[in-house]
């Protein structure tokens, strides 16, 4: 010990152990602690090391010198010829599982997963106590899929070693993916207390935090991220999501093109600054990023759906190119998926081949329709519970307003025309648009007796805190989520200042732009005509029934309206809440471009089998 240093004898402990010199290395371990008998990692080695009864005398152990030269050429990257050198090692050394070890992380930097996992594992029982290889085992398992076994490994390995903080990471994004966000968290956490300094682990906390929906909390764990690693290009772009997500459009634009900056060939930060910026209504800019997404990584799939759902005539000929070229070297297994006939349908829309598109979008429908069926009962009991509800519910007396922000929720199925009504609202200064990011999730689970409820507050809906917003001198907030519409009862008396705007517009145009787009979430409805005239006839129901028992609050403007006379529009608006929006520009090129849906007809001849004479407004 005279001769070595306390970190230089730890050092060299675990470098035997490594070889299999397990005696060499208890000495040095306890010599430690004879000098430092306080000493947490010795103590530590020390407990975890056992003379592992695989390595027998008689076994051939391999050189230092040619472990040494397959871990080099691992850390040049020359993984091809590492591979090779560790097949015929592992050959002529069947029982060192330091040999496995690097074997299974030779052939994962490869994407050999099967081969790897067999090194891994063959490590592992060579040698139970050697905790990497557990975790290494378990990374490659959970690459593979193989979700449960991966979690079983990690926890092998903290068995062997409880202050293993890339364990506890690593084991946090498997249950990530099981979608176990509370447990994700926890383990993300342990592994922070090992590790404060962990930017990966508060990175990853934050996109569990974002999947619960909890936004600020997940802002503020990428925030942290970043003040560990500056130039950490990952947490910008998720980051930028969740402010996305928050309707903090500008700031999630800055994010994104902070994570450019670093990372000029990050073809996610460019395709989620399209999206960003087409909510802004800025479909030049959307188009550009798109376009940059799919020229750094030509199949790319997000991109390519992006570019081809923007309105029809807005795309330049590059763009168009950039999707055939997509669509031309797509798999043949992705071609049956009913996303990619989605995507193909909208090419050929904006090729203006309507009557192909449209064929097209009929056999996607069928395959999305056979993907979602069974959810579809328990989303119409869902409505026609809402329905009900509110036919019975008597509104709750308002109290006079203080000085508060006004919220307008703009009400209508989709393709109704929201976005573009508050697309034109948001251009006065004093509005707040929120888009469809508010928070509905605060009153699930409500009874229809909100009196034992404690208070909802305007942070709750909209994320941000009411007095900030006025200070800031914003008077009006903005929200266009279809989904409140059947929480409106709780909306209109948990809030005060509401005042609700319904869009009309003709059924055919609204159920034929329906049928042709490719929703997530809760839209099941949309694969099939016959859902899609139910959903849409419920949606009006209710708006007619909230309108009557609310008349000073409700308003309707119609598509048209917004379309050929949006100053007009602004103008009723701003007689119906007493209010004045002062905005100067009123053309919304959204809007105009839309007009009657290409695929009125076709919805009605081919899906409907009627003249569709009943059908009126919506």
């Known amino acids: 010990m ?15 152990a490594n070889k299999g010199e397990f005696d060499q290395a208890k000495a040095l371990y306890e010599s430690v602690l004879a000098a430092f008998p306080n000493n947490k990692r010795a103590k530590q080695a020390l407990a975890n090391l056992n003379t592992p009864e695989p390595i027998q005398t008689g076994l051939k152990i391999p050189p230092q010198e040619l472990i040494n030269a397959l871990t080099a050429l691992y850390n040049q990257r020359q993984f091809t010829q590492a591979a090779d050198q560790a097949k015929r090692l592992t050959q002529e050394y069947p029982n060192s599982f330091v040999l496995w ?45 193989k979700l449960d076994e991966a979690i079983a490994s990690y926890q092998q390995a903290l068995e062997l070693k409880p202050d293993y903080a890339a364990a506890y990471y690593n084991m946090g994004t498997a249950l990530k993916d099981q979608g176990k966000l509370d447990k994700a968290i926890t383990s993300y956490q342990q592994a922070l207390q090992l590790k404060p300094d962990y930017a990966s682990a508060y990175n990853n906390m934050g996109n569990a935090l974002k999947d619960q929906g909890k936004l600020d909390e997940a802002i503020t764990s990428y925030q942290q991220a970043l003040q560990l690693k500056p130039d950490y290009a990952s947490a910008y772009n998720n980051m930028g999501i969740a402010l996305k997500d928050q309707g903090k459009l500008d700031e999630a634009i800055a994010s994104y093109q902070q994570a450019l900056e670093l990372k000029p060939d990050y073809a996610s930060s460019y395709n989620n600054l399209g999206i960003a910026l087409k ?3 800025k479909l030049d800019e959307a188009i550009m990023s798109y376009q940059q997404a799919l020229q750094l990584k030509p199949d790319y799939a997000e991109a390519a759906k992006n570019i081809v759902k923007l309105p029809i ?22 071609s049956s998926t009913s996303s990619l006939q989605f ?7 904006h090729c203006k081949n309507y009557d192909s598109a449209f064929i097209k979008f009929c056999e996607a429908n069928i395959r999305k329709y056979e993907e979602v069926a069974d959810k579809l009962g328990d989303l119409n009991d869902k409505y026609e519970r809402s329905h009900k509800r509110i036919r019975k519910w008597s509104p709750k007396i308002q109290p006079l307003a203080k000085i508060r922000i006004k919220k307008i929720f703009i009400l209508g199925s989709s393709r109704s025309g929201k976005s ?7 251009k006065s200064r004093k509005v707040l648009p929120k888009y469809e990011a508010i928070n509905l999730s605060c009153l699930r689970g409500l009874g229809v007796d909100l009196s034992n409820n404690r208070e909802t507050t305007f942070k709750d809906f909209f994320y941000e805190e009411e007095e900030i917003l006025l200070e800031k001198g914003y008077k009006i907030a903005t929200s266009t989520n279809p989904t409140s519409l059947f929480y409106l009862d709780f909306i209109h ?8 705007i319904f869009l009309n517009r003709n059924i055919l145009d609204v159920a034929s732009e329906v049928f042709i787009k490719e929703y997530n979430n809760e839209n099941y409805y949309s694969y099939d005509a016959v859902e899609i005239m139910k959903y849409l006839r419920i949606y009006n129901g209710v708006s007619n029934v909230f309108s009557t028992k609310v008349p000073d609050r409700s308003m309707q403007v119609t598509f048209d309206e917004i379309r050929e006379n949006p100053s007009r529009v602004v103008e009723k608006i701003s007689q119906f809440m007493n209010t004045n929006f002062y905005i100067e520009n009123y053309e919304n090129k959204t809007a105009k471009a839309s007009g009657e849906s290409p695929f009125r007809t076709h919805f009605k001849n081919m899906i ?4 569709g004479s009943d059908i009126t407004e919506i």
């Open 313 to 334: 005539a807005s795309l330049s000929q590059k763009a168009l190119d950039l999707v055939e070229l997509y669509l031309r070297n797509i798999d043949d297994m992705a």
């Open 279 to 281: 909510d802004q209504g």
């Open 101 to 145: 070890n690097l074997s299974g992380a030779v052939n994962k930097a490869l994407g050999i997963l099967d081969k790897a996992e067999q090194g891994f594992r063959r490590a592992s029982e060579i040698n139970p106590k050697y905790p990497d290889a557990h975790n290494n085992l378990g990374v490659t398992l959970k690459d593979q899929g």
């Open 420 to 426: 573009s009504l508050e697309q034109i609202l948001s």
């Open 493 to 500: 008396d948990c809030l005060e200042d509401c005042y609700f």
């Open 608 to 611: 409907l089998g009627g003249d």
């Open 2 to 16: 005279a001769k070595l240093t306390v970190e230089q004898a730890l050092l060299r402990a675990k470098s035997q």
């Open 343 to 349: 995507l193909k349908a909208n090419y050929l829309m």
